[in-house]
């Protein structure tokens, strides 16, 4: 009876031990089977390329320069007699900012004036006996080149003592002052600046390959340190020749400063507007694969993936501008990208 029951046992046991090992041989399967499913069904974003209009732009960095500037100087050597302006004030050209002595010349003047009416009063009376035969015509002539030599003198005497005055030559703001009253000044001297900065101008440079799309009157956009709004300005000048050093072109454009916002010297942080293209296709950059080859993207045709091999243009943060390899009307996959093989099924999760 013993025996019968040992015999039963391991009958049980021997039962139990195949159901588990039946479970481990079947159930791997299927679940291996059920898990390639689901891989080979990849959900995925697609976009379906259309094309565009879209206004290539190039950024830089440019500088904020005057209209005009200067640093007003002396042409002559003397002592200052006066100083006619405030520092920082808005002056009109012609006006006169500081007075060299010129008491001297201005006895000479007076010499030479006095002279002047002498030689006019001789030349008319020698006219006269002239017109009447009562003198030679070489008589005349002496009287007449003495006229034009005290003229001469005059007008000399004038030009020494207008550079003694040091005016404004154009409307501008004037900076700080280098010189006193009584300060005797030589040619070589710094008095005062002055800087017209309405219009200012805006230097900056482009790669010589955007050197034929711009031209005279070319819009820019700018925004400067500090300040969110954005604001405009029109190319005036074009470098004539590439810098060879940088292989970039220089422009200058105006910008409008009526209230003195535009400072020279400051940073503008430039976008330059270039021609407008009317199809051009993007895809998102996640959607471009880097590979040793060149840049690859997944095509969605049929139900199935297709790699295809495209070359780039103009890229932005988000988005690239694809010149070969892509059509309007392709399907581009997004998303998944880098767990998808040749032989795997995808299936749209969101079209765009």
């Known amino acids: 009876m013993k025996i019968v029951k040992n015999i039963i ?16 041989l079947w159930s791997k399967p299927a679940q291996a089977i059920s898990t390639g499913i689901a891989r080979a069904a990849l959900p995925v974003n697609m976009l379906v390329v259309k094309p565009e209009r879209f206004t290539e732009t190039y950024e830089t960095i440019g500088s904020i320069e005057a209209n005009e500037s200067v640093v007003l100087k002396s042409e002559v050597s003397g002592k200052i007699t006066g100083i006619f302006f ?10 006169l900012l500081i007075k060299v002595y010129d008491e001297d010349l201005q006895a000479q003047l007076s010499k030479a004036q006095a002279n002047l009416k002498l030689a ?9 006996l002239l017109d009447r035969e009562a003198i030679s015509r070489q008589e005349y002539d002496v009287s007449y080149a003495n006229l034009q030599a005290a003229q001469a003198d005059v007008a000399l005497l004038r030009s020494q003592i207008s550079k003694t005055e040091i005016r404004a ?66 190319v005036y000048a074009i470098a004539p020749t590439i810098d060879q050093s940088t292989r970039t072109l220089e422009l200058k454009a105006l910008a409008p400063n009526p209230r003195g916002e535009l400072i020279p010297g400051q940073f503008a942080k430039i976008e330059v507007l270039m021609e407008t293209q009317p199809n051009v296709v ?18 969605y045709k049929g139900g199935k993936v297709a790699p295809v091999m495209v070359e780039t243009g103009t890229r932005t943060n988000i988005r690239a501008e694809i010149i070969k390899g892509i059509v309007p ?5 997004t998303t998944g990208m880098m767990q998808i093989t040749p032989r795997t099924t995808v299936i749209p999760d969101k079209i765009y």
Do not use: M
């Open 9 to 24: 046992f391991i009958i049980l046991v021997l039962a139990f031990a195949g159901a588990i090992v039946y479970k481990a």
């Open 86 to 95: 405030n520092e920082g004030q808005q002056v009109e050209k012609g006006t």
């Open 120 to 128: 006019e009063d001789v030349e008319a009376r020698q006219r006269q």
């Open 169 to 234: 030559p154009f409307d501008g703001v004037i900076g700080f002052r280098k010189v006193s009253p009584g300060e005797y000044i030589t040619p070589g001297v710094d008095i005062a600046s002055l800087v017209c900065d309405d219009p200012a101008k805006i230097q900056f440079a482009v790669p010589e390959k955007y050197s034929k799309l711009l031209g005279t009157n070319t819009v820019i956009r700018y925004r400067l340190e500090g300040q969110p709004h954005e604001r405009t300005a029109k």
């Open 282 to 299: 993007f895809i998102p950059t996640e959607a471009i694969l880097s590979e040793t080859a060149g840049q690859k993207v997944y095509l």
């Open 329 to 333: 009307g392709d399907t581009v996959i």
